[in-house]
């Protein structure tokens, strides 16, 4: 009943409605399709059975493969002519070109394997797997030796021919073919593959998620269509060229959109004993039209060659043979028309939604190479940037913030990069939309705000696209002239253009993004930052900083023969405190003891199972117990590095946390106020003292106001706050238009962490024998803990130096640091030296408490905890507030300075 009532639900929504008629129509189409009658051979046809072939293997599939034969009464005998379809295509192509060669020779025009009337599925539909077939279909039909004619596509197929089996090959007739892959699209077999790629897999969509009852697979525009683009290799053809030696006839039109002239001209100047008709008002597709013209041109060439009045390449002029040997680089680079401008067309758009200065500048170097006009890749670039503009608009008007919690968006931008486009946005109005485009980064979440806002769709058109229409042109120029400057240097070798192209792309790249940072103080001071944050290691992020240690840590398990040994440095705590202990937990456990009791900050621990109603009603209860006023503190009980900790001073702040934290283990703890001090300290058995390892003095920061910087200013002129701005934003997002009054002092931050922006110092000055002897009693009212920090509280240094009036807040275990480490004066060796001290303690104390029965943790238990933690992560920051990215901070008053 239970599973009934869900399936009911399910379809009474709509949604899923719509789904399930999908399926049900997909499935119909399917099975039409399967049950459809297997390929027949129509009337007027002949078919021979071949091999399959997969590249250059025959498989055991035997395919049908058919053919037209135009043959003569009067001249059964005549040599032979093998006609070869473009793609898409079929024998119909030559229905008016084959009857004009028949009246003098025997015409063979077959249907590729994959097209018109032979077997669609084929392993290979490539232009070499087409030349084995073609082989086959010669030998059963014993023709020892033809005169091969290949129409666009086809034009690969008979030089492939001619490359595995020169001695069957009486002449090649090359019409409206293809030749070099320096001339096909963009020039680059690597970005080709790709376009043909993203085309397979358009038209396998459209085949197999589209309900279509075998409509499609009729269709000429197919998947075989598509697979032939995209199993064939073009790079083999000019040596195919260059090393051809019969006769060849080459037939173009000037205005052919589909494959340029240049590559004809070019297939000529490879093949010296060629000859090249090119009819000024032909296009690509006169072999279906009027071909009378060309197929006259095609018959007196293979008289002459049946006469032995035409040129090899042993007979060629030694002019033309000189000129096959040439450079490269002779041939001019076409320009897409037709087709080929439209793929290049919809590339470019399309690419300006990943990223729309590199699609610009690619965009310019393609005009740089000749590949399309500067007007093209202009118009193409500001289509894209147009309709991704207005997406971006669109999602915010109609989807609204709902929209940011799911992909694609929330790929790109978070809510409070929208809340601050939204103030700016609200303080500038609709100049801030035209000078977003000036500033990398700032576009999405600006015309995201925009839409939010109710802003006029009209209004926003006009004020974007003309700041679109003169950003756009003065980039791709720019990218033309520097692509242009690449492509005349002598350094470049003509094989390595595309690389040359590509690196100047890049590095233009780069300085149009530098040299826009460089437009405002507030992005010179965050290009600063990250100048500092690279060379200074105490920004480094854990990735970079750490492996040193992690291998210490792996010599250190091998020495001991026991990787996880450091788990046993505290019996007590799970895990000896790896990851993911229970604070409270810890803090109950040593806040038990009379003695300790005093110096703990007090708590309560909401747990996970309880309801929002409940979790509200016990803090507010434990508050009242204790007394407590706001501010309190809220924190994860598996919390780590500061992640997830709030201090809340309302009950709105107290419900707003409580209703993010979801199924989380929460912590509410008294606030204690004054100094925040971190003291590792480490001991080798419950009867030694405690030893103080390292005394942290933790500084929250602070700037002074000057009456006319806002706080958001005041922080990037900071030498020091810069390096943290994300961190200390995100803590004010709140304040940052504010302008503090002089000497004015603000705290940025009141958490003390390090990766949320507090500043560690070394705080050994502190060190006295009251505290060692406080630290030493508090430790020992927690049997099983040998090796951590506390963290402390303090209203009063000289309380806290003679062991009294503190409040610990934390209690972390053995993969807590030694958090000195991060001040200034220490560098990068006496950082590792000191964490290599710290572990090799970690592991000799574990030893002491293994041979006492601790057990060590198994590396599978510690590699579960780590994923966990990575899920609480993933989990916590959908829930907090995040940074604000770089590119909104630096926009964010912008206008202000133009």
């Known amino acids: ?382 289509f894209g940037i147009f309709v991704g503009d207005l997406l971006l608009f669109l999602a915010g008007r109609v989807i609204g913030r709902t929209a940011l919690r799911r992909a694609p968006l929330k790929w790109f931008v978070r809510e409070a990069d929208i809340q601050r486009s939204s103030a700016w946005f609200e303080r500038r109005g609709m100049a801030a939309i035209a000078l977003s485009r000036f500033v990398p980064g700032t576009r999405l979440p600006t015309y995201v705000a925009a839409g939010l806002l109710n802003t006029s769709l009209v209004k926003f058109s006009f004020y974007f696209l003309i700041a679109a229409a003169i950003w756009t042109p003065l980039l791709v120029g720019a990218a033309m002239l520097a692509g242009r400057g690449a492509i005349e240097s002598s350094l470049i070798v003509e094989e390595y253009l595309l690389l040359s192209l590509a690196l100047t792309a890049i590095v233009l790249f780069i300085c149009v993004r530098v040299l826009l940072r460089l437009l405002t103080f507030r992005s010179r001071r965050h290009l600063v930052a990250r100048w500092r944050r690279l060379t200074q290691w105490e920004f480094w992020p854990p990735w970079a900083f750490y492996p040193p240690v992690v291998l210490y840590i792996i010599y250190l398990g091998l020495k001991y023969r026991c990787l996880t040994l450091f788990t046993c440095a505290n019996p007590a705590i799970e895990d000896g405190g790896f990851i993911g202990e229970s604070k409270s937990a810890i803090l109950f456990r040593l806040g038990k003891a009379a003695e300790s009791r005093q110096f703990i900050a007090r708590l309560a621990l909401l747990e996970q199972s309880l309801s929002f109603e409940k979790k509200l009603e016990r803090a507010l209860a434990f508050m009242q117990q204790n007394s407590l006023a706001y501010p309190v503190v809220l924190k994860p009980d598996a919390g780590e590095r500061g992640s997830g900790v709030s201090i809340v001073r309302s009950n709105r702040e107290l419900e707003d946390y409580l209703l993010a934290s979801g199924r989380t283990n929460v912590i509410i703890q008294e606030y204690a106020a004054g100094f925040e001090f971190g003291v590792f300290c480490y001991r080798f058995s419950q009867a030694d003292r405690a030893q103080i390892f390292s005394i942290t003095r933790k500084v929250f920061p602070s700037v002074v106001g000057d009456g006319q910087s806002s706080l958001e200013e005041l922080i990037l002129k900071d030498k020091r706050a810069v390096c943290m701005s994300r961190a200390y934003f995100a803590a004010q997002r709140e304040r940052l238009w504010e302008v503090p009054a002089p000497n004015t002092l603000v705290q940025l931050i009141e958490i003390g962490t390090h990766c949320r922006g507090c500043i560690f110092l070394d705080g050994d000055e502190v060190r006295s024998s009251e505290l060692e002897a406080a630290i030493d009693k508090l430790a020992k009212t927690f049997a099983g803990f040998h090796f951590g920090r506390f963290d402390i509280r303090t209203q009063s240094l000289e309380d806290f130096q003679q062991g009294k009036n503190f409040k610990v807040v934390e209690l972390n275990g053995v993969t807590s640091e030694a958090t000195s480490i991060y001040d200034p004066k220490n560098s990068l060796f006496d950082a590792y030296r000191i964490l290599f001290r710290q572990w090799r303690l970690a592991f000799e104390i574990g030893q002491e408490n293994r041979k006492l029965g601790a057990k060590p943790s198994t590396i599978t238990r510690l590699g579960r905890l780590t994923f966990e933690k990575w899920r609480r992560a993933g989990e916590r920051s959908e829930a907090e507030p995040r940074p604000i990215n770089e590119a909104v901070e630096s926009a964010s008053q912008l206008p202000s300075e133009v």
């Open 1 to 382: 009943m239970k599973g009934q009532g869900q399936i009911s639900k399910v379809l009474s929504n709509w949604k899923w409605r719509i789904l399930l008629a999908y399926v049900l129509v997909l499935l119909a189409s399917h099975l039409v399709r399967w049950s459809n009658k297997p390929e027949v051979v129509p009337p007027g046809l002949q078919a021979v059975t071949v091999s399959a072939v997969q590249g250059d293997r025959t498989t055991t599939q035997q395919i049908s493969l058919a053919y037209k034969e135009y043959k003569s009464a009067d001249s059964p005998d005549k040599s032979v002519v093998v006609l070869i379809q473009g793609s898409p295509g079929s024998h119909r192509d030559f229905q008016s070109f084959a009857p004009v060669l028949a009246r003098q020779h025997r015409v063979i025009v077959p249907d590729l394997p994959g097209f018109g009337a032979s077997t669609q599925r084929i392993p290979d539909y490539s232009n070499r797997a087409h030349a084995r077939y073609l082989l086959d279909l010669l030998d059963q039909l014993n023709v020892p030796r033809a005169h091969f004619v290949g129409y666009s596509m086809g034009g690969g197929v008979v030089l492939h021919l001619a490359d595995l089996a020169p001695e069957r090959v009486a002449s090649l007739t090359m019409l409206s073919a293809i030749g070099i892959q320096e001339l096909e699209l963009l020039g680059s077999y690597h970005l080709n593959h790709a376009i043909h790629g993203a085309q397979l897999a358009l038209f396998w969509s459209l085949h197999e998620l589209i309900p279509h009852f075998g409509w499609f697979d009729h269709s000429p525009l197919n998947r075989a269509y598509a697979r032939n683009f995209y199993d064939t290799d073009q790079r083999s053809l000019r040596s195919v060229l260059t090393s051809y030696a019969g006769p060849m006839l080459i037939v173009h039109g000037e205005q052919d959109v589909m494959v340029p002239v240049e590559v004809a001209r070019e297939n000529y100047r490879l093949v010296p004993q060629s000859e090249l008709v090119i009819f000024p008002d032909g296009n690509h597709f006169y072999v279906f039209a009027d071909s009378l013209r060309e197929a006259s041109a095609t018959l007196d060439f293979l008289n002459r060659v049946e006469s032995g009045n035409v040129q090899t390449r042993n007979t060629a002029e030694p002019q033309r043979l000189a000129v096959a040997a040439g450079a490269v680089s002779s041939f001019k680079t076409p320009r897409a028309m037709g087709p080929t401008a439209l793929v290049l067309f919809a590339l470019l758009a399309l690419s300006t939604l990943v990223s729309e200065d590199l699609t610009c500048i690619w965009a310019g170097v393609l005009a740089a190479e000749g590949r399309l006009s500067f007007s093209l890749a202009v118009a193409a670039c500001l």
